[in-house]
């Protein structure tokens, strides 16, 4: 109609439909959160790394163009560049002794599944950071193979081929933990 | 393969920490918007019509995308109390963009969209617009024959900033060959920031029987009207000198962008791109103002007969007064009279 193609001229310029970013604050939010955590880092760490990359990309939002990536993919590629920062700019975080955790006693419940997320903390850590960051955006951020590709620069195949032995092997470390 | 064990580790933030961070990104918008309103000391403050808004975008819906591209962003940087009418050679801005010229990348991008006006909303009734744009509504009493009016729309306000970058526009100024044309140094990494108001639209309309056993077609009328836009400016920021190199752009020589620009106060005067080919334009009179109508006659498109027809003229009518900017765009008949009959009665 006439009147809407020349009233869509009064939005030059505009990089992207309106987002509503309060709603990608509420939904996104966690996922950068949880990534954080399957990274390796600390439960205070993971809060300032969310912070400082939710605060980074709300500042620069106005530069965010949707049709060159989804807004999880956008924001999870500032979170990435953000625990690249932190790990350059501190030691990694060291990895817990799987061993010393097995003999750790957890009779409620809740403290065996803080073991266990202990445990898959220690094999995750003793993974090449490669790996660990593929596992950490397909798990914790809960991104496809296809986003990950675009954040990482690695093929969808390549993507989905080092998952697929990388979580097999953790598979066979985590069964094998488990009748010890 | 299962992998249910690898979700062991998702746990959710802790509900204050993300109230927190809420909270904490939407302070980072209310201090932007401190230091938006805050007038610092070397600025001050210009009214005047966002070029990168209502009337670019009408007058240039005719015209190339090269055209529009450039002018739309030069255009934000006048003033609004009158109207002058620029003739671009679209054929020309086409041949700058073949020959390497990147428009996008040494002007498109040096303006960022602080807050992206989204799109027009309808809205129940122009006074109904009126209220949220926070103008009064004005409407015609005098309608072009069997109109009515049959959609009104609010388009939400946008706020820009244009960074300036002298390499960017010295590479503008070389490709124009406007050697003539000095950037000042200390332009460079200068904002100049453009508070675009909300624009009430109204659409009137009439259906037209053709005959020739073909469909009616439906003639439409838009009328636009603003708040005039702020557009803050650096200091000692001398807008004729954009304002020559958008001229040389256009296709002005030498001479002529220099005698055109000594001619116009730049921070009162509003440019309309009109393409040489095809478009014409006359000052008018509206309600004591003076505006300016532009007619434009489109290339004739082959039909799938093979026949060509030329499509149906537009014009385009804008003018201002104290406080409001108001452009109507519809059917190019009889010279552009009946637009002009239509906003002389507004009230």
């Known amino acids: 109609m006439d009147g809407v193609r020349i009233l869509e001229w009064l939005a030059p310029a505009v990089p992207a439909a309106a987002v509503d970013w309060d709603a990608v604050y509420r939904e996104e939010m966690p996922r950068v959160f949880s990534y954080f955590r399957y990274r390796g880092f600390e439960r205070a760490t993971a809060e300032d790394l969310t912070s400082a990359t939710f605060e980074k990309a709300w500042r620069a939002r106005v530069r965010y163009r949707q049709d060159r990536a989804a807004v999880s993919t956008w924001l999870l590629a500032i979170a990435r560049n953000a625990a690249i920062d932190h790990l350059r700019r501190s030691r990694p975080a060291v990895p817990l002794d799987e061993a010393s955790l097995r003999d750790e006693e957890t009779p409620e419940t809740a403290a065996l599944r803080e073991v266990q997320s202990r445990r898959l903390q220690a094999l995750l850590a003793a993974l090449p950071e490669r790996e660990r960051e593929l596992l950490a955006l397909k798990y914790g951020a809960g991104a496809t193979n296809r986003a990950i590709a675009t954040i990482t620069g690695l093929g969808e195949s390549n993507v989905g081929t080092i998952l697929h032995r990388t979580i097999g092997a953790l598979r066979a470390r985590w069964d094998e933990g488990g009748r010890q | ?347």
Do not use: C
């Open chain 2, 1 to 347: 393969m299962s992998d249910d064990f690898l979700s062991r580790l998702r746990e959710e933030p802790r509900p204050e920490f993300a109230e927190r961070l809420g909270e904490r990104l939407h302070e980072i918008d209310a201090q932007s918007r401190e230091r938006r309103v805050a007038p610092s000391p070397w600025r001050r403050f210009v009214p005047a019509l966002a070029g990168a808004g209502l009337v670019a975008a009408l007058a240039l819906a005719f015209t190339l995308e090269p055209v529009r591209a450039a002018a739309r962003e030069f255009l934000d940087l006048f003033r609004v109390k009158r109207f002058a009418a620029v003739p671009v050679d679209p054929q020309r801005l086409e041949r700058l963009a073949k020959s390497g010229l990147d428009f996008k990348s040494l002007v498109a991008d040096q303006v960022q969209v602080v807050v992206a006006p989204g799109k027009p909303e309808v809205v129940a009734s122009p006074e109904a617009g009126a209220v949220a744009a926070g103008i009064t509504a004005q409407q015609p009493s005098v309608l072009p024959q069997r109109t009515e009016l049959v959609e009104t729309t609010l388009g939400r306000p946008g706020t820009f900033r244009v960074q300036v970058d002298t390499g960017k526009l010295e590479a503008l100024a070389l490709a124009a060959g406007a050697d003539e044309i000095e950037i000042p140094a200390f332009w460079n990494g200068a904002t100049i920031d453009v508070e675009m108001p909300p624009v009430l639209a109204m659409r009137y309309a009439r259906t037209v029987d053709v005959g020739d056993g073909r469909l009616p077609r439906e003639d439409s009328f838009l009328l636009f009207q603003s708040a005039t836009p702020q557009v803050e400016l650096p200091e000692g920021f001398d807008l004729a000198i954009l304002g020559r190199l958008g001229l040389r752009l256009a296709g002005m020589s030498a001479e002529e962008a220099l005698s055109f620009s000594r001619a116009i106060d730049w921070r009162a005067t509003f440019l309309v791109p009109v393409p040489v080919q095809g478009g014409t334009f006359r000052e008018v009179e509206v309600s004591g103002q003076k505006g300016l109508l532009v007619t434009i006659q489109p290339p004739a498109k082959a039909a799938p007969d093979g026949t060509s027809r030329p499509p149906r003229p537009r014009a385009l009518l804008l003018w201002s007064t104290a406080d409001k900017v108001f452009a109507i765009q519809g059917p190019g008949t009889r010279d552009g009279v009946e637009i002009l009959e239509m906003a002389q009665s507004i009230r």
